[in-house]
T-cell receptor
């Protein structure tokens, strides 16, 4: 969990609601990644940023998902509207100039 | 064929034995390889990375890389019950950027 704060840690919401997940890197980094983990599909990369610029969003499942990184210390992942199949653990990870990634504690999302 | 493949397990070993975890990857251009440990309900934690063919040792852990055969392995010597976790193999399959592709993980159980 070193270097990354994620909030909320747990989120329970109803289908159709908007969900916003937050990530705050504490230490220096050049890259920030959003992942989703489920039992069925494992750990999937959704999107990643380099110096606050989105580089690859090919893993974002649908237009319902969007991510922003307005500055080096903050990123959000938004799901609107949420669906039960979005239930998963969402991780934010950071990396310095190398490709070694360090994960935050994750947000467990449940969509009813 | 999946880009990074691991046997899901569970792999059961007795306490004190050597645990051997294997991973194969499909892209011959892959340059860097990582092993993460994930305890149930926690985030992935980096254990080791390896870039060159051969062995790399860190305490009880040894990573082995064979680029010709496209496999990477993790050996855990003197296995302890606290090593019981899921071990994720990750590969930077190239194409630019610091994007890692993860295997689905191998569950290790170290039995008393």
């Amino acid at each position: 969990d070193a270097g990354v704060i994620q909030s909320p840690r747990h989120e329970v919401t109803e289908m159709g609601q908007e969900v916003t997940l937050r990530c705050k890197p504490i230490s220096g980094h050049d890259y920030l990644f959003w992942y989703r983990q489920t039992m069925m599909r494992g750990l999937e990369l959704l999107i990643y940023f380099n110096n606050n610029v989105p580089i690859d969003d090919s893993g974002m499942p649908e237009d319902r998902f969007s991510a922003k990184m307005p500055n080096a210390s903050f990123s959000t992942l938004k799901i609107q509207p949420s669906e039960p199949r979005d239930s998963a653990v969402y991780f934010c990870a950071i990396a310095p100039r190398t490709d070694t990634q360090y994960f935050g504690p994750g947000t467990r999302l449940t969509v009813l | 064929q999946k880009e990074v493949e691991q046997n899901s397990g569970p792999l059961s070993v007795p306490e004190g034995a050597i645990a051997s975890l294997n991973c194969t990857y499909s892209d011959r251009g892959s340059q860097s390889f990582f092993w993460y440990r994930q305890y149930s309900g926690k985030s992935p934690e980096l254990i080791m990375f390896i870039y060159s063919n051969g062995d790399k040792e860190d305490g009880r852990f040894t990573a082995q890389l064979n680029k010709a055969s496209q496999y990477v392995s993790l050996l855990i010597r003197d296995s302890q019950p606290s090593d019981s976790a899921t071990y994720l193999c990750a590969v930077n399959i190239g194409g630019g950027g610091n994007k890692l592709t993860f295997g689905t993980g191998t569950q290790l159980k170290v039995e008393l």
